[in-house]
C-alpha cells in the first residue's frame, strides 16, 4: 500500500546515476529530490553532466492509501509534461504510462535496498503500445 510512510523511503535528496544503451553509450549523472509539500510529494532532478537532458519537476498526489495508487505529474524543461501513475511500497518503487491517451507507453521498476539508501531501477518503453523493450538503467543513491 502506498500511503505518506512508504513515500517517506524517498524523502531526502538523491545521486542519479545510470547509462543509455545508445552507440556510443551515454554515461549520466545527476541529483534528485523528494520533498513533502502539503499533502503532496514534489519530486526534482537534474542531469549535470548532460546539459541536453531535461531537468525535471514533478508533484506527487496519493489516490487511494487502501490501493496504493499515486499519481505524478511530471513536468520537464522540454516543456513536456505527463501523466504517470505510480505506487511505492516495501522494496519497490513503480510507476507506468499505458493508458488510451498516453502518446507512448513507459515503466519504471525500482528496487529499494532493506536500509532504503539505494534505488535500483529500469525504464522500459513500448514505443508500438504493444512490445516491451528495455530502455535504460538508473540507479539513485541517498546522500541526506
Known amino acids: 500500500m502506498t500511503d505518506s510512510r512508504a513515500l517517506d523511503t524517498l524523502v531526502g535528496r538523491w545521486t542519479v546515476e545510470g547509462t543509455l544503451p545508445l552507440d556510443p553509450p551515454i554515461d549520466f549523472r545527476g541529483w534528485a529530490t523528494f520533498e513533502w509539500l502539503g499533502a503532496f510529494m514534489v ?35 522540454r516543456g513536456i509534461k505527463r501523466i504517470y501513475q505510480m505506487r511505492v511500497t516495501p522494496g519497490l518503487w513503480e510507476m507506468w504510462r499505458d493508458g488510451e491517451d498516453d502518446d507512448f507507453y513507459q515503466r519504471f521498476t525500482g528496487k529499494v535496498s532493506a536500509d532504503g539508501t539505494t534505488v535500483d531501477g529500469r525504464f522500459d518503453i513500448a514505443e508500438d503500445r504493444k512490445t516491451w523493450k528495455h530502455d535504460f538503467d538508473i540507479t539513485y543513491r541517498k546522500v541526506q
Open 43 to 77: 519530486y526534482r532532478s537534474a542531469i549535470d553532466d548532460q546539459p541536453d537532458f531535461p531537468s525535471v519537476v514533478a508533484v506527487i498526489e496519493i489516490d487511494d492509501e487502501t490501493t496504493g495508487a499515486c499519481t505524478q505529474h511530471y513536468f520537464d524543461s
